[in-house]
Structure formats: C-alpha cells, structure tokens
C-alpha cells in the first residue's frame, strides 16, 4: 500500500511538471479573468507593511518520499499567503536544510532545541525557543497541514483586537486533493493546469467538515503582547502527538490571560489523508516508527504522575470555547454552549455580556448561520478522556541488545551512565554536557522504574538492569554506603554483558563533567588496555599505588583480555563486602599492588590486560589540586587541559550538588526540563 502510494506521489508530481512545462510553453495567454486575478493576488503578496509580521514554526520530519512531498507542498502553502510570513523549521536533518536554501530568508532552519535520541523534538524545547525569535504572530503548526489566504485575514482580524489573544483551529482531512501549487508558489491548479480560484477552494473546503480533534493536528497563533499564553510549567511534550496542542488550550484557558478561541470556522487549513502516522523518528524503521507512535506523554507511572499529573488528566473541551465565524461577511464570536452573538469590536472577555443586544435584522441572519454551525459542531467535538487516561505503564520496549547498535559510533563504541533518581537533576547535567559536546553515543541504565521513566520522558536512550537492587533511591547512596558498594556493583556487571555484546564502553559516573570529548584519546590506548581515572591525589609520584583506581570512569575495550579481566572483577566484586572499587584494584593490580608495572600500569598476569592510569593532570579526580576549591574551577581546569574532571571526593548528594552547580559546571534547567544551551 505504501508503495501504491508512493507511485501514485511520484506519478502526480511528475504530472504535475509535466503540466508546469506545458503552460509554460503553450498557454501563456492568460484569461482577461485571470489576469485581474494575478494582478490583485500579486498585490497582496507583496506584503503591507502595516500588516502584522507572522513567524511560523515547524518540525518536518525528513524531507524525502511522499512525506516529504506533502510537507513541501504544505510549506509553499503558507509562504504564497503573505510576504510577511517567516517558517522556521525546528530540525536537525541536512535534508531540511537544503528544502530551506532556495527560499533564502522566508525559510530558517532552527536545530537547536532539545530532541529525542530518535529525531523527534521536544514541543516545550520548541516553544521557549520560538522566544527568541521577533514576530507580531507566532504560529505552530503541524507541517502537512495546507493553508489557504483566509487564513491572512483571520490573523489580520484577530491582531485588531484589544486584548492578547491565543487561537487554535483545527486541520481538516481529505482523502483526495486535486490541484497543485504551481511552481512560482503562488496559484492553485487544476490537473488540466487552470487555475482555480481561492474562493472556489474555500468553498469547496467548507463543505468539508470532517475534522478531526482527537488527532490534534490543529495551528495554535497567538500575538507577541504582553502576557504569556499560560501560567503553568509545560511538560516536556512530545511534537506532533497532538495532546500538547490540548494542554496549552486548557492552561491558557483556566489560566485567563489571554482571549482563546477557536477559530477553525474561518482558516481554511487541511491535511492529506494517508496511511502513515505521524512524521518525525527515522522514517522507515519499523522498531522506531512503533515507539515514536505511542504517545510518550502519557504517564502510567505514580512517580512522574505526580510530576505532571494534575495538568495532564484535564479534559480539552472544544465546544466551550468561544468560536468566530464570519456570517454575512462580518466576523463574529459565539459561544455556542449559550446562544450568544458577539459582533464587531470585541473588546475583552469581561466586557462580552454588555455587548449582546443587536439589531433584530441582523440578529435573525446571524442566529441562523450560527444555528447552522452548531449542528455541525455537535458532531465534531471530541471526549479526551479516553485518550488522556494514562494506558500501558511508560516502556520504551527497547532492550540492551536493541539499543546498542542505534546509539553506537562507527567504532562500536558507547558512552554508559548508570544512574538512580536521586541524581536525576546530575544525570541529566551530564547528558546537556554530552549533547553540547555533540555526542551522542551515550545512554543510560536506570537502576529503578523512576529514573526509567524519567529518561523516556527525557527522550533519552535507556534502559533496565533486570538484576538492579531496588532499594537504591535514596538521598544517601554515596562513597563508603551500602547502597554505594550495591549500585556500583551493577556497573561493573552491566559493563561486562555491553563488551561481550561486541561493543567497548566508556563508563562515565554522572558526576564526572566532561571538557572535551576523551574518546579518540582512549581509542587510541590501542586493544587489551584499559583506561582508568586515578584517585591519586598527590602531586607527583605514582599513580597506580593501591586502591588507587577510580571505577567511575573507565574506557574497556571488547576484546578478549578485557571480557576476562573484567569477568575477574566481576566474580570478585560478587562476593566481596566492599565495593567494586577495590576489585578492580585488587583483581587487575593484584592485592598490594603486585601487578603495578612503572608508574602508571598495571597488567594482569593471566589475561595480559593492561590497565593504564590516565594522566592526572587531563583526567583530574575531585581531590587532585583541589580544583573544585578553585575561584573559576572551569578556567582553571581548561588551563590545565583536562578533558574531565570528577566531582567525587565528596560526603553526601547535596553537597556534591551544590559544589557543581556553584562552579558553573551546570548545564541543565530542572525547572524547564531543558538543556541551557536550547533556552533562549
Ligand atoms: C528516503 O526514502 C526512501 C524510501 O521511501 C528510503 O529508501 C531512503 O533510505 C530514504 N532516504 C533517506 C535519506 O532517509
Ligand atoms: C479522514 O477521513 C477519512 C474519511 O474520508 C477517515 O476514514 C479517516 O479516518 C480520517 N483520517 C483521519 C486521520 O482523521
Ligand atoms: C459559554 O457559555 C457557557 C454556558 O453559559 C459558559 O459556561 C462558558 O463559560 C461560556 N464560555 C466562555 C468562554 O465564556
Ligand atoms: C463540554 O462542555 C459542554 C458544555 O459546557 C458539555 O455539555 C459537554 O458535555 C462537554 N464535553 C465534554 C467532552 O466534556
Ligand atoms: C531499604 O528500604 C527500607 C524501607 O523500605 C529502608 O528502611 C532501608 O534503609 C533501605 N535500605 C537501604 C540500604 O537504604
Ligand atoms: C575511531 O577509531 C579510529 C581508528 O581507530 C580513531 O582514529 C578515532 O579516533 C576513533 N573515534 C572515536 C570517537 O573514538
Ligand atoms: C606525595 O609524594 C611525595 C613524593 O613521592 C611523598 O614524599 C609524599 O609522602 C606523598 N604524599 C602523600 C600524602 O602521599
Ligand atoms: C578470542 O577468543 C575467541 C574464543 O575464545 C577466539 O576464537 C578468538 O580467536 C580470540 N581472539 C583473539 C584476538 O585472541
Ligand atoms: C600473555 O602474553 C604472553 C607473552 O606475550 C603470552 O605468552 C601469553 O600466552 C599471553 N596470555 C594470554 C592469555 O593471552
């Protein structure tokens, strides 16, 4: 069927140059009508200077088959309303880039905002970006959906009145479309290549009112103006699952800053019909398309529930709302739970009672056209309930085994953190961190159900030791704790199963901030060499001296010295008291330090495995030059080289907390859910 349907694309695009040309060659003697018709639309694209600029944002997926077709046709849609208009396409994919090059300033790539490990961005991410943009209108809108010009003159309307407003309407959905944009972007055509008039259009869609709310695919405009469009925190949403489009038109409701209403009744705005679900996530994986269809949002586990849970669970209820129609050629506002006619100058919510009474001509007209509306919207309205109730329990459904070949860089290699809730906020620090490094090979093991759900929430790669203790989420889980020696138990162990997989791991503690990129250098340590943090804190001497191994960042390689040794330390942590830590040391560097080879090596005898201190001085541990007691622990640290530096060497969460985020070793805004780097 998909592929039916991508021939039938091809086979209408290549007619549709086809007919390009042929005009092109043949008819280019327009009609008298149609010529007065080019003239007046040209006058209006050329854009009014007292017209209202309009912004509007996007997130395509990647421009390539029928998908990309549709989001093209989408975009020049919009661009062919107004001079006025500027798109800016939140994405991450070069293919955008080139689709945006020929429209040269009218169509801006924006990749900087906070994104899935999937591709698919985040909606909060997307709207506390879209601030940094100037614009009289902000639009949002889903990038199938077609725009025609009463769309500008809606905008135009509602930017006349008195009050900050926000409105959404919703994308109607139709199974065959017949015309086509012509090249120059500007007309519709028929397939016989005669232009169609956007009144016919209009028409043509008004007939249609097959909208579908539950789906969501609505735009949302509101005006730059003084007030926000709502008071409450917005959830890291998923773009393009339609429930954060029903999440801000509840909270700007109750919320009461704003004049909302719906305005579906006079922006013509429609999608194309089609078997594929929404865009985003890498198009054609069949595992990714699965989980990018779910809706990430919902919450089926208490913990997050209490996160968002309130402003989740409340109910959308479009019937509510104030629409606006146009009756006889006059903007209205009604609420059609009640049966009210606000005409002309609407001035403000407070004021709409006083303004009820109208001529009883006029009155008669309205209330007819009104009525007439209502019946249709009766059938329209859509009960979220059912599609807010939190449903399957928050999965990802990605194993280990799954995972790993997505996120792993060219040489097979990945970047671990292994992190219960306590350190939520740290964890996600340290992946702001990587993602401002631009690396992505990272994920994480979450040692409860907690963190799992909060790392989907996240958006990050994750996934579930099934052996993890579960009493581990506590505010005390640090160095010299029972639950320390468990947890770093789990390391080791999920360490191993990644390198017998095939793959090498660079195990990285959450609270260890990362300068610079140390993989290439830890490559190049060469097979049957493991890299490993010292915890030595003098200044000169060796580094290798016993218990001196920091098991909270290390490089191993998937090779078969590695997988034994490690096999070793693993065997020996299991029955040991203590933690792992001293495994390590003692299994690789024998008890003592029997095994030390010079000042910075060690090697196992029975598996010739190498263990190689990293330089102090470009690895530095929490208690090395007392760095963290530096003015400008950053500037300090660059001035050395270092490539990481471990906030360890400290008693309890908090400290160790309020020691990082002091020294501006801090890249993430708990309050936002987003990275710095993304907030405007
Ligand atoms: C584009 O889509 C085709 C099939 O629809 C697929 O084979 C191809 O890999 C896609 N290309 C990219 C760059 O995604
Ligand atoms: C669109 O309309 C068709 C009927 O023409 C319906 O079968 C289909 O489910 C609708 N699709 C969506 C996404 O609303
Ligand atoms: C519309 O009318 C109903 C019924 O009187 C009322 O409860 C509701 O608040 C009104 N809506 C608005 C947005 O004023
Ligand atoms: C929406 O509100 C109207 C009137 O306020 C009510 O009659 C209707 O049942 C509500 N719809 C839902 C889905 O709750
Ligand atoms: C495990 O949980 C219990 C309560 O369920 C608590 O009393 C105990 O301290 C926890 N264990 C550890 C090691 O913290
Ligand atoms: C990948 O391997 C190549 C060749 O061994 C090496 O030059 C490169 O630095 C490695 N890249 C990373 C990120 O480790
Ligand atoms: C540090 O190293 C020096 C020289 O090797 C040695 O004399 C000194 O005792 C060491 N200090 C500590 C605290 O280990
Ligand atoms: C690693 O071990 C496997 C099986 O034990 C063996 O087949 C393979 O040749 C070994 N590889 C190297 C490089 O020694
Ligand atoms: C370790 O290296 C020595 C000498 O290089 C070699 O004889 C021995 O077979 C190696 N052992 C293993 C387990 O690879």
Known sequence: ???????????????????????????????????IRVTKLDQEAVGDPDNPKITIFSAPSPFNGSVGARQSLAIRSWLALSAQIIVVLFSQDPSAVSFAVPFGSRVLVEPNIDFTFLGTPFFHSMIARSRSFTSDIFVVIDPETILLPDFISTLNYAYELDRDWLLVASSRNFSYFPYYLDEAGKHWQRGDGKWVRTQELQELLSKIWRWNRCEGRMLMAWNSGDWPLHTGVLPPFLYGKGIHNHWVINEAVSSELRFVFDASWTISSFHLNHQDHWPNGIVGDSRVSDIENRRWEYVGNSHIGALYGSLLYREANY?????????????????????????????????????????????????????????????????????????????????????????????????????????????????????????????????????????????????????????????????????????????????????????????????????????????????????????????????????????????????????????????????????????????????????????????????????????????PNGAYLDLWRKKNVKAACVKMGCFVLHNNWIGGRLK?????????????????????????
């Open 319 to 619: 019937s509510s709302l104030i629409k606006l129609l146009k009756c006889s050629g006059q903007y209205v506002f009604t609420n059609t739970t009640e049966k009210t006619v606000y005409p002309y100058g609407y001035q403000s919510a407070r004021s709409l009672c006083k303004r009820r009474i109208l001529h009883s001509w006029w009155k008669k007209r309205i209330v007819a056209c009104v009525d007439a509306i209502k019946s249709l919207d009766k059938i329209l309205d859509c009960s979220l309930k059912d599609q807010m109730r939190p449903s399957a329990p928050l999965d990802l459904s990605f194993s280990l085994e799954s995972l790993l070949p997505l996120i792993a860089d060219k040489n097979k290699t990945i970047v671990l953190a292994v992190a219960g809730y306590s350190y939520k906020d740290m964890l996600m620090n340290w992946v702001c961190r990587l993602r401002r490094l631009l690396i992505t090979n990272f994920m994480i093991c979450a040692l409860d159900q907690e963190t799992y759900s909060f790392s989907v929430l996240q958006g990050l790669p994750v996934f579930k030791d099934p052996l993890a203790p579960n009493n581990i989420s506590f505010n005390d889980c640090h160095f010299g704790t029972e639950c320390f020696q468990r947890v770093t138990k789990v390391k080791s162990r999920m360490v191993l199963s990644i390198l017998k997989l095939g793959y090498n791991v660079l195990l990285s503690d959450v609270d260890v901030y990362w300068f610079m990129n140390p993989l290439p250098l830890l490559h190049s340590l060469g097979p049957a060499v493991l890299g490993a943090q010292s915890d030595e804190f003098n200044k000169t001497g060796p580094i290798n001296l016993p218990r001196r191994l920091n098991s909270g960042f290390y490089f191993a390689r998937s090779d078969n010295s590695t997988i034994a040794a490690m096999e070793k330390v693993v065997k020996h942590a299991a029955t040991s008291a203590l933690s792992e830590q001293p495994s390590f040391y003692d299994t690789l560097c024998g008890e003592g330090g029997s095994n030390r080879v010079g000042d910075n090596r060690c090697v196992e005898p029975e598996t010739n495995l190498t263990v190689h201190f990293l330089d102090r001085n470009l690895f």
């Open 656 to 680: 160790k907390l309020e020691r990082q985020v002091l020294s501006g070793l801090w890249d993430y805004d708990s309050s936002t859910r987003m990275c710095l780097q993304n907030l405007p």
């Open 1 to 35: 069927m998909k592929a039916f349907q991508v021939g039938l694309w091809s086979v209408w695009l290549s007619g549709f140059v086809l007919i390009g040309l042929s005009l092109y060659s043949t008819q280019r003697l327009p009609t008298l009508k149609d010529r």
